[in-house]
Protein backbone atom coordinates (compact mmCIF):
# COMPACT_ATOMS: atom_id res chain seq x y z
CA UNK A 1 0.00 0.00 0.00
CA UNK A 2 1.62 3.56 -1.02
CA UNK A 3 1.71 6.06 1.56
CA UNK A 4 0.51 8.59 -1.23
CA UNK A 5 0.27 9.33 -4.56
CA UNK A 6 2.16 11.85 -7.17
CA UNK A 7 1.14 12.22 -10.62
CA UNK A 8 4.95 12.82 -11.63
CA UNK A 9 8.12 11.03 -9.57
CA UNK A 10 11.37 12.68 -10.69
CA UNK A 11 14.67 10.62 -9.71
CA UNK A 12 17.46 12.45 -9.15
CA UNK A 13 17.68 16.51 -8.80
CA UNK A 14 20.46 17.00 -11.59
CA UNK A 15 19.86 19.68 -14.45
CA UNK A 16 17.74 16.32 -15.95
CA UNK A 17 15.10 16.35 -13.84
CA UNK A 18 15.27 19.84 -12.86
CA UNK A 19 14.58 20.13 -16.56
CA UNK A 20 11.82 17.65 -16.96
CA UNK A 21 10.02 19.40 -14.03
CA UNK A 22 10.57 22.70 -15.64
CA UNK A 23 9.09 21.51 -18.96
CA UNK A 24 6.42 19.29 -17.29
CA UNK A 25 5.14 22.78 -15.66
CA UNK A 26 5.12 24.84 -19.12
CA UNK A 27 3.63 22.10 -21.00
CA UNK A 28 0.28 22.37 -18.52
CA UNK A 29 0.90 19.44 -16.27
CA UNK A 30 -1.20 20.12 -13.71
CA UNK A 31 -0.33 16.87 -11.33
CA UNK A 32 1.31 16.71 -8.77
CA UNK A 33 5.34 16.97 -9.44
CA UNK A 34 7.68 14.80 -6.78
CA UNK A 35 11.84 15.59 -7.48
CA UNK A 36 13.19 13.00 -4.91
CA UNK A 37 17.54 14.15 -5.22
CA UNK A 38 19.85 12.35 -2.96
CA UNK A 39 22.17 15.53 -2.21
CA UNK A 40 21.58 18.51 0.09
CA UNK A 41 21.74 21.26 -2.50
CA UNK A 42 18.39 22.07 -4.31
CA UNK A 43 18.93 20.85 -8.08
CA UNK A 44 22.16 23.16 -9.52
CA UNK A 45 24.67 23.36 -12.37
CA UNK A 46 27.63 21.16 -12.09
CA UNK A 47 30.12 22.69 -14.63
CA UNK A 48 30.99 25.90 -12.02
CA UNK A 49 32.24 23.07 -9.95
CA UNK A 50 35.76 22.90 -11.85
CA UNK A 51 35.70 26.15 -12.99
CA UNK A 52 33.97 29.84 -10.90
CA UNK A 53 33.23 27.72 -7.74
CA UNK A 54 36.25 26.15 -7.43
CA UNK A 55 38.45 29.26 -8.02
CA UNK A 56 36.04 31.39 -5.43
CA UNK A 57 34.62 33.88 -8.27
CA UNK A 58 31.01 32.01 -8.10
CA UNK A 59 29.08 31.43 -4.73
CA UNK A 60 26.92 28.43 -4.27
CA UNK A 61 23.70 30.20 -4.92
CA UNK A 62 25.12 31.48 -8.45
CA UNK A 63 25.15 27.63 -9.15
CA UNK A 64 22.09 26.92 -8.17
CA UNK A 65 19.18 26.56 -11.08
CA UNK A 66 16.55 27.98 -9.38
CA UNK A 67 15.37 29.81 -6.13
CA UNK A 68 12.78 28.58 -3.47
CA UNK A 69 10.04 30.65 -5.05
CA UNK A 70 10.28 29.15 -8.34
CA UNK A 71 9.93 25.98 -6.95
CA UNK A 72 7.01 26.85 -4.95
CA UNK A 73 5.43 28.98 -7.81
CA UNK A 74 5.54 25.69 -10.20
CA UNK A 75 3.05 24.19 -7.54
CA UNK A 76 6.25 21.35 -7.27
CA UNK A 77 7.29 19.42 -4.42
CA UNK A 78 11.40 19.55 -4.42
CA UNK A 79 13.02 16.62 -1.37
CA UNK A 80 16.10 17.51 -1.04
CA UNK A 81 18.08 14.65 1.02
CA UNK A 82 15.77 12.27 -0.56
CA UNK A 83 17.10 9.02 -1.59
CA UNK A 84 14.84 6.24 -3.82
CA UNK A 85 15.75 3.22 -2.61
CA UNK A 86 13.58 0.62 -4.89
CA UNK A 87 11.38 0.97 -8.08
CA UNK A 88 8.43 -1.35 -8.35
CA UNK A 89 7.14 -0.69 -12.26
CA UNK A 90 4.46 -2.62 -12.02
CA UNK A 91 2.33 -1.37 -8.81
CA UNK A 92 4.18 1.72 -9.77
CA UNK A 93 5.50 2.70 -6.53
CA UNK A 94 9.10 4.52 -4.87
CA UNK A 95 10.57 3.66 -1.77
CA UNK A 96 12.18 6.25 -0.39
CA UNK A 97 14.97 5.52 2.26
CA UNK A 98 12.58 6.94 4.96
CA UNK A 99 10.40 4.15 4.01
CA UNK A 100 7.69 6.17 2.42
CA UNK A 101 5.88 4.26 -0.57
CA UNK A 102 4.92 6.80 -3.04
CA UNK A 103 2.89 5.78 -5.63
CA UNK A 104 3.67 7.50 -9.44
CA UNK A 105 1.54 7.98 -12.47
CA UNK A 106 4.81 8.64 -14.52
CA UNK A 107 8.61 8.60 -13.69
CA UNK A 108 11.68 9.98 -14.57
CA UNK A 109 15.13 8.58 -13.92
CA UNK A 110 17.44 11.13 -13.94
CA UNK A 111 20.09 9.44 -11.32
CA UNK A 112 23.18 10.60 -13.51
CA UNK A 113 26.74 9.53 -12.87
CA UNK A 114 29.24 8.92 -9.90
CA UNK A 115 32.94 9.38 -10.25
CA UNK A 116 35.01 6.29 -11.90
CA UNK A 117 37.16 5.31 -8.52
CA UNK A 118 40.57 3.56 -9.45
CA UNK A 119 41.73 1.12 -7.10
CA UNK A 120 45.32 1.59 -7.04
CA UNK A 121 47.67 0.96 -3.99
CA UNK A 122 46.83 4.33 -1.82
CA UNK A 123 43.81 4.93 -2.76
CA UNK A 124 43.05 5.27 0.78
CA UNK A 125 45.67 7.99 1.66
CA UNK A 126 44.15 11.48 2.92
CA UNK A 127 44.68 14.70 0.10
CA UNK A 128 42.96 12.16 -2.90
CA UNK A 129 40.14 14.12 -4.49
CA UNK A 130 37.39 13.48 -6.62
CA UNK A 131 35.13 15.59 -8.12
CA UNK A 132 31.36 15.70 -8.82
CA UNK A 133 29.54 17.56 -6.34
CA UNK A 134 29.71 21.53 -5.22
CA UNK A 135 31.04 19.66 -1.70
CA UNK A 136 34.19 17.79 -3.53
CA UNK A 137 34.72 21.36 -5.16
CA UNK A 138 34.64 22.91 -1.27
CA UNK A 139 37.17 19.60 -0.55
CA UNK A 140 39.28 20.71 -2.92
CA UNK A 141 39.76 23.99 -2.50
CA UNK A 142 40.39 23.94 1.55
CA UNK A 143 43.08 21.19 0.80
CA UNK A 144 44.68 23.30 -1.91
CA UNK A 145 44.78 26.33 0.50
CA UNK A 146 47.25 24.51 2.40
CA UNK A 147 48.93 22.29 -0.92
CA UNK A 148 51.77 23.80 -3.10
CA UNK A 149 51.70 20.93 -5.57
CA UNK A 150 48.96 19.80 -7.02
CA UNK A 151 48.94 16.06 -9.25
CA UNK A 152 45.93 15.61 -11.25
CA UNK A 153 45.74 12.07 -12.75
CA UNK A 154 43.81 12.35 -16.20
CA UNK A 155 43.34 13.97 -19.61
CA UNK A 156 40.05 14.69 -20.00
CA UNK A 157 38.17 17.84 -19.39
CA UNK A 158 37.75 17.87 -15.60
CA UNK A 159 41.84 17.47 -14.85
CA UNK A 160 42.35 19.96 -17.60
CA UNK A 161 39.86 21.98 -15.93
CA UNK A 162 40.93 21.45 -12.75
CA UNK A 163 44.30 22.19 -13.09
CA UNK A 164 44.08 25.69 -15.35
CA UNK A 165 41.75 26.68 -12.32
CA UNK A 166 44.41 25.43 -9.67
CA UNK A 167 47.16 27.05 -11.12
CA UNK A 168 45.41 30.02 -11.81
CA UNK A 169 44.99 30.32 -7.84
CA UNK A 170 49.21 29.54 -7.77
CA UNK A 171 49.65 26.01 -6.88
CA UNK A 172 51.77 23.91 -8.95
CA UNK A 173 50.23 21.17 -11.37
CA UNK A 174 51.04 18.88 -13.04
CA UNK A 175 49.01 16.40 -14.89
CA UNK A 176 49.59 12.85 -15.40
CA UNK A 177 47.58 10.96 -18.51
CA UNK A 178 47.57 8.13 -20.52
CA UNK A 179 46.61 10.53 -23.63
CA UNK A 180 49.32 11.67 -25.93
CA UNK A 181 47.93 15.11 -25.42
CA UNK A 182 45.19 16.61 -22.89
CA UNK A 183 41.49 16.32 -24.20
CA UNK A 184 42.54 14.76 -27.39
CA UNK A 185 40.42 11.40 -26.56
CA UNK A 186 38.08 14.24 -27.04
CA UNK A 187 38.92 16.44 -29.53
CA UNK A 188 41.17 14.74 -31.46
CA UNK A 189 44.91 15.20 -32.22
CA UNK A 190 45.48 19.03 -33.75
CA UNK A 191 42.99 20.40 -30.70
CA UNK A 192 45.47 18.26 -28.20
CA UNK A 193 48.68 19.40 -29.40
CA UNK A 194 47.11 23.16 -28.88
CA UNK A 195 46.02 22.21 -25.13
CA UNK A 196 49.37 20.78 -24.53
CA UNK A 197 51.55 23.93 -25.50
CA UNK A 198 48.60 25.92 -23.91
CA UNK A 199 48.74 24.61 -20.65
CA UNK A 200 53.14 24.33 -20.72
CA UNK A 201 52.82 27.61 -21.29
CA UNK A 202 50.74 28.79 -17.98
CA UNK A 203 53.31 26.48 -16.01
CA UNK A 204 51.36 22.97 -15.80
CA UNK A 205 53.59 20.17 -16.43
CA UNK A 206 52.55 17.12 -18.48
CA UNK A 207 53.38 13.94 -18.15
CA UNK A 208 51.84 11.98 -21.00
CA UNK A 209 51.21 8.48 -22.22
CA UNK A 210 51.87 7.46 -18.58
CA UNK A 211 49.38 5.63 -16.31
CA UNK A 212 49.15 6.16 -12.31
CA UNK A 213 50.40 2.91 -10.83
CA UNK A 214 50.20 4.03 -7.08
CA UNK A 215 49.85 5.84 -4.55
CA UNK A 216 52.14 6.95 -1.72
CA UNK A 217 51.96 8.92 1.55
CA UNK A 218 54.32 9.98 4.24
CA UNK A 219 54.38 8.64 7.81
CA UNK A 220 51.15 9.68 8.84
CA UNK A 221 47.99 9.01 6.38
CA UNK A 222 48.50 11.98 4.36
CA UNK A 223 49.44 11.35 0.27
CA UNK A 224 53.10 12.78 -0.62
CA UNK A 225 54.19 10.61 -3.81
CA UNK A 226 52.28 9.69 -7.21
CA UNK A 227 54.56 6.93 -9.14
CA UNK A 228 53.54 6.28 -12.69
CA UNK A 229 53.23 3.19 -14.67
CA UNK A 230 56.82 4.08 -15.92
CA UNK A 231 58.72 4.35 -13.00
CA UNK A 232 58.33 8.24 -12.68
CA UNK A 233 57.85 9.75 -8.82
CA UNK A 234 56.28 13.17 -8.73
CA UNK A 235 55.63 14.96 -5.62
CA UNK A 236 52.03 15.82 -4.55
CA UNK A 237 50.63 17.61 -1.55
CA UNK A 238 47.44 16.45 -2.74
CA UNK A 239 45.84 14.71 -5.40
CA UNK A 240 42.84 14.94 -8.13
CA UNK A 241 41.24 12.25 -9.79
CA UNK A 242 39.77 13.43 -13.02
CA UNK A 243 39.28 9.47 -14.08
CA UNK A 244 35.56 9.99 -15.76
CA UNK A 245 32.65 8.77 -15.09
CA UNK A 246 30.34 5.87 -14.51
CA UNK A 247 26.55 5.65 -15.14
CA UNK A 248 24.58 5.71 -11.90
CA UNK A 249 21.86 2.92 -12.90
CA UNK A 250 21.44 0.91 -9.14
CA UNK A 251 18.16 1.83 -9.06
CA UNK A 252 17.10 0.62 -12.44
CA UNK A 253 18.89 -2.36 -12.11
CA UNK A 254 17.26 -3.40 -9.17
CA UNK A 255 14.19 -2.81 -10.43
CA UNK A 256 15.07 -4.93 -13.48
CA UNK A 257 14.96 -2.68 -16.09
CA UNK A 258 16.56 -3.50 -18.88
CA UNK A 259 20.65 -1.63 -19.26
CA UNK A 260 22.74 -0.93 -22.19
CA UNK A 261 26.21 -1.79 -23.14
CA UNK A 262 27.87 1.37 -20.90
CA UNK A 263 25.84 0.42 -18.16
CA UNK A 264 23.52 3.29 -18.66
CA UNK A 265 19.58 2.47 -18.59
CA UNK A 266 18.33 1.30 -22.17
CA UNK A 267 15.77 3.32 -23.66
CA UNK A 268 14.01 3.96 -27.13
CA UNK A 269 14.64 6.64 -29.56
CA UNK A 270 11.99 9.04 -27.50
CA UNK A 271 13.80 8.45 -23.87
CA UNK A 272 11.21 5.47 -22.66
CA UNK A 273 12.96 2.67 -20.60
CA UNK A 274 11.62 -0.86 -20.99
CA UNK A 275 9.22 -0.25 -18.39
CA UNK A 276 5.94 1.37 -18.66
CA UNK A 277 5.64 4.74 -18.15
CA UNK A 278 9.15 4.94 -16.63
CA UNK A 279 11.31 7.74 -18.77
CA UNK A 280 15.23 8.03 -18.55
CA UNK A 281 17.53 11.73 -18.98
CA UNK A 282 20.76 12.84 -18.59
CA UNK A 283 24.20 11.18 -18.19
CA UNK A 284 22.56 7.50 -16.94
CA UNK A 285 20.17 7.23 -20.15
CA UNK A 286 21.72 4.98 -23.05
CA UNK A 287 19.15 5.57 -26.19
CA UNK A 288 18.40 4.53 -29.43
CA UNK A 289 19.80 7.80 -31.57
CA UNK A 290 18.29 8.11 -34.95
CA UNK A 291 21.54 10.47 -35.07
CA UNK A 292 24.02 8.21 -34.41
CA UNK A 293 22.45 5.33 -35.84
CA UNK A 294 22.45 2.94 -32.23
CA UNK A 295 22.62 3.57 -28.73
CA UNK A 296 24.84 6.03 -27.06
CA UNK A 297 25.08 7.85 -23.66
CA UNK A 298 26.38 11.26 -23.34
CA UNK A 299 27.94 12.84 -20.62
CA UNK A 300 26.66 16.22 -21.56
CA UNK A 301 25.30 19.54 -19.40
CA UNK A 302 22.99 21.17 -22.21
CA UNK A 303 22.84 17.50 -23.75
CA UNK A 304 20.71 16.52 -20.05
CA UNK A 305 18.81 19.36 -20.25
CA UNK A 306 17.40 18.63 -23.50
CA UNK A 307 16.41 15.18 -22.56
CA UNK A 308 15.06 16.28 -19.15
CA UNK A 309 12.77 18.36 -21.27
CA UNK A 310 12.32 15.38 -24.37
CA UNK A 311 11.34 13.38 -21.65
CA UNK A 312 8.50 16.20 -20.29
CA UNK A 313 7.16 15.94 -23.73
CA UNK A 314 6.62 12.47 -24.15
CA UNK A 315 5.13 12.23 -20.61
CA UNK A 316 2.96 14.88 -22.18
CA UNK A 317 1.69 12.86 -24.77
CA UNK A 318 4.15 13.81 -27.49
CA UNK A 319 6.63 10.76 -28.18
CA UNK A 320 9.22 11.43 -30.89
CA UNK A 321 12.80 10.61 -31.23
CA UNK A 322 14.97 12.52 -29.61
CA UNK A 323 17.65 13.92 -32.15
CA UNK A 324 19.22 17.15 -30.91
CA UNK A 325 22.62 17.55 -31.46
CA UNK A 326 25.29 17.05 -29.20
CA UNK A 327 26.94 20.46 -27.48
CA UNK A 328 29.70 20.37 -25.10
CA UNK A 329 31.96 23.42 -23.33
CA UNK A 330 34.46 23.40 -21.84
CA UNK A 331 36.53 26.54 -19.75
CA UNK A 332 40.08 26.33 -19.13
CA UNK A 333 40.15 28.82 -16.36
CA UNK A 334 40.09 32.21 -18.53
CA UNK A 335 42.71 31.59 -20.90
CA UNK A 336 39.96 29.96 -23.42
CA UNK A 337 36.51 28.22 -24.21
CA UNK A 338 36.41 24.84 -26.50
CA UNK A 339 33.05 24.35 -27.74
CA UNK A 340 32.27 21.06 -29.73
CA UNK A 341 29.20 19.47 -31.72
CA UNK A 342 29.04 16.41 -33.05
CA UNK A 343 27.99 12.85 -33.55
CA UNK A 344 31.56 11.02 -32.56
CA UNK A 345 34.54 11.35 -30.46
CA UNK A 346 36.91 8.93 -32.73
CA UNK A 347 37.03 10.85 -36.11
CA UNK A 348 38.91 9.46 -39.15
CA UNK A 349 40.23 12.64 -40.64
CA UNK A 350 40.37 16.49 -39.32
CA UNK A 351 40.66 20.11 -41.02
CA UNK A 352 41.87 22.60 -39.71
CA UNK A 353 40.33 26.37 -40.16
CA UNK A 354 42.10 29.26 -38.59
CA UNK A 355 45.62 29.65 -36.71
CA UNK A 356 46.06 27.25 -33.51
CA UNK A 357 49.13 29.50 -33.13
CA UNK A 358 46.86 32.15 -32.46
CA UNK A 359 44.49 30.56 -30.05
CA UNK A 360 41.67 30.98 -33.09
CA UNK A 361 40.81 27.92 -34.68
CA UNK A 362 38.21 25.27 -35.16
CA UNK A 363 38.59 21.41 -36.25
CA UNK A 364 36.42 20.01 -38.53
CA UNK A 365 36.20 15.89 -37.97
CA UNK A 366 35.01 14.03 -41.08
CA UNK A 367 34.36 10.54 -41.23
CA UNK A 368 33.20 8.94 -44.60
CA UNK A 369 33.14 12.61 -46.52
CA UNK A 370 30.97 14.04 -44.12
CA UNK A 371 31.10 15.86 -41.06
CA UNK A 372 30.73 14.23 -37.78
CA UNK A 373 32.28 16.95 -35.07
CA UNK A 374 33.67 20.29 -34.91
CA UNK A 375 35.74 22.04 -32.31
CA UNK A 376 36.46 25.60 -31.82
CA UNK A 377 38.55 27.86 -29.98
CA UNK A 378 37.52 31.27 -30.29
CA UNK A 379 35.64 30.74 -33.57
CA UNK A 380 31.94 30.19 -32.91
CA UNK A 381 30.37 31.44 -36.01
CA UNK A 382 32.10 28.11 -37.61
CA UNK A 383 30.21 26.58 -35.15
CA UNK A 384 26.52 27.40 -36.51
CA UNK A 385 27.62 26.50 -40.03
CA UNK A 386 29.28 22.61 -38.55
CA UNK A 387 25.74 21.72 -36.77
CA UNK A 388 23.97 22.53 -40.26
CA UNK A 389 26.59 20.31 -42.23
CA UNK A 390 26.49 17.27 -39.97
CA UNK A 391 22.52 18.06 -39.35
CA UNK A 392 22.00 17.89 -43.07
CA UNK A 393 24.78 14.72 -43.62
CA UNK A 394 25.89 16.98 -46.89
CA UNK A 395 28.12 15.30 -48.70
CA UNK A 396 32.08 17.18 -48.63
CA UNK A 397 34.17 14.63 -50.47
CA UNK A 398 37.05 16.54 -52.50
CA UNK A 399 36.39 19.87 -50.87
CA UNK A 400 39.04 20.03 -47.85
CA UNK A 401 40.41 23.32 -49.40
CA UNK A 402 36.57 25.37 -48.85
CA UNK A 403 36.16 23.19 -45.65
CA UNK A 404 39.76 24.67 -44.77
CA UNK A 405 39.85 28.24 -45.94
CA UNK A 406 36.53 29.01 -47.75
CA UNK A 407 33.08 30.18 -46.75
CA UNK A 408 31.30 27.54 -44.60
CA UNK A 409 28.15 28.97 -45.64
CA UNK A 410 28.31 28.67 -48.94
CA UNK A 411 28.78 25.01 -48.75
C1 LIG B 1 32.94 19.09 -12.26
C2 LIG B 1 32.13 18.92 -13.51
C3 LIG B 1 32.24 19.84 -14.53
C4 LIG B 1 31.49 19.69 -15.69
N1 LIG B 1 31.63 20.61 -16.69
C5 LIG B 1 30.92 20.47 -17.82
C6 LIG B 1 31.04 21.41 -18.88
O1 LIG B 1 31.83 22.36 -18.81
N2 LIG B 1 30.29 21.24 -19.98
C7 LIG B 1 29.39 20.21 -20.10
O2 LIG B 1 28.71 20.11 -21.14
N3 LIG B 1 29.26 19.28 -19.12
C8 LIG B 1 29.99 19.39 -17.99
N4 LIG B 1 29.86 18.47 -16.98
C9 LIG B 1 28.92 17.33 -17.17
C10 LIG B 1 27.52 17.72 -16.74
O3 LIG B 1 27.57 18.42 -15.53
C11 LIG B 1 26.65 16.47 -16.61
O4 LIG B 1 26.51 15.94 -17.91
C12 LIG B 1 25.29 16.77 -16.02
O5 LIG B 1 25.42 17.26 -14.71
C13 LIG B 1 24.41 15.53 -16.00
O6 LIG B 1 23.20 15.86 -15.39
P1 LIG B 1 22.21 14.72 -14.84
O7 LIG B 1 21.00 15.45 -14.34
O8 LIG B 1 22.04 13.66 -15.86
O9 LIG B 1 22.98 14.02 -13.65
P2 LIG B 1 23.58 14.56 -12.30
O10 LIG B 1 23.94 15.99 -12.41
O11 LIG B 1 24.63 13.58 -11.90
O12 LIG B 1 22.37 14.46 -11.27
C14 LIG B 1 21.85 13.22 -10.84
C15 LIG B 1 21.37 13.36 -9.42
O13 LIG B 1 20.62 12.21 -9.06
C16 LIG B 1 20.90 11.87 -7.72
N5 LIG B 1 20.51 10.46 -7.51
C17 LIG B 1 21.10 9.34 -8.01
N6 LIG B 1 20.44 8.24 -7.60
C18 LIG B 1 19.43 8.67 -6.81
C19 LIG B 1 18.41 8.00 -6.06
N7 LIG B 1 18.29 6.67 -6.09
N8 LIG B 1 17.55 8.75 -5.33
C20 LIG B 1 17.64 10.11 -5.32
N9 LIG B 1 18.60 10.80 -6.01
C21 LIG B 1 19.47 10.08 -6.74
C22 LIG B 1 22.38 12.14 -7.62
O14 LIG B 1 22.76 12.27 -6.27
C23 LIG B 1 22.49 13.45 -8.41
O15 LIG B 1 22.28 14.55 -7.57
C24 LIG B 1 30.61 18.59 -15.82
C25 LIG B 1 30.50 17.63 -14.80
C26 LIG B 1 31.24 17.80 -13.65
C27 LIG B 1 31.13 16.78 -12.54
Redesign the pocket.
Known amino acids: MADRHVDALI???????AACAAALHEGGFDGHVLI????TDPPYE??P???GYLAGTMDRNACLLHDDAWYARQNLELATR????KLDTAARTATFATKEVVEYGVALL????NVRRLRVDGAQLDGIHY??ALGNADAIRADAEEAEHVVLVGGS??AC?VAATLTSLGRRCTMVMLEDAPLSGHFGPAAGRFFAELLRSRGVELVCGDGLERLEGAEGDRVQRVVTASGRELHADMVVMGTGAVP?A??ARAAKLELGETGGIACSASLETSAAGVWA????CEYDSVLHGGRVRI??????LAQ?RAAAAGMLGTRRPYAELPY????LSDWCTAEWVGITEAPEREVVRGSVDDGEFSVLHLAGGRLVAALSVGRGGDLAHARRLIADGTDLSGREDELASGDLEAL
Not at 110 to 113: D, K, N, P, S, V
Not at 299 to 304: P, R
Not at 328 to 331: G, R, V
Open positions: VGGGIAGAGRERPASKTSVMATGALRYIEDMLAGDVEHHEVAGFWSD
